[in-house]
């Protein structure tokens, strides 16, 4: 049922959220989705707990008009500090970060 779902979805996130408080003393307006699934049940509970801006695993390039709901990622996987470096310079580079990404069919 969609309603059970979503009140399940939203307590979920609610108690992970008063868990990082009670740890940490603070909570944050990110929220990177587990292996990157989110529907908009996802979605609606994320913004009802408090999250500002989510991640996916999508990857792609971030710009002053991504949508802050479907922030993409960048692929680090056992990767070297060079390597992390140079996509970092890259992506920062707007015309030759779309090439790359359009390049490599991210």
């Known amino acids: 049922e969609p309603a059970l779902k979503r ?3 939203l307590n979920d996130l ?8 009670h740890q ?8 990177c989705w587990p292996q ?10 994320a913004q009802e707990a408090g ?6 695993t ?3 390039l971030l710009s002053a008009t991504t949508d802050r709901y479907k922030i993409p990622r960048m692929v680090v996987k056992n990767k070297g500090g060079w390597w992390f470096r140079q996509r970092v310079w890259l992506y920062r580079q707007a015309r030759l970060g779309r090439a790359y990404v ?5």
């Open 14 to 21: 609610l108690a992970s959220r008063e868990t990082l408080h």
């Open 51 to 56: 999250f500002r801006y989510l991640y996916t």
């Open 58 to 60: 999508q990857k792609g």
């Open 102 to 106: 359009r390049l490599r069919g991210q």
């Open 7 to 9: 009140r399940w979805l």
């Open 36 to 45: 990157g699934y989110h529907d908009s049940d996802y979605l609606s509970a």
């Open 24 to 31: 940490l003393g603070r909570v944050s307006e990110h929220l």
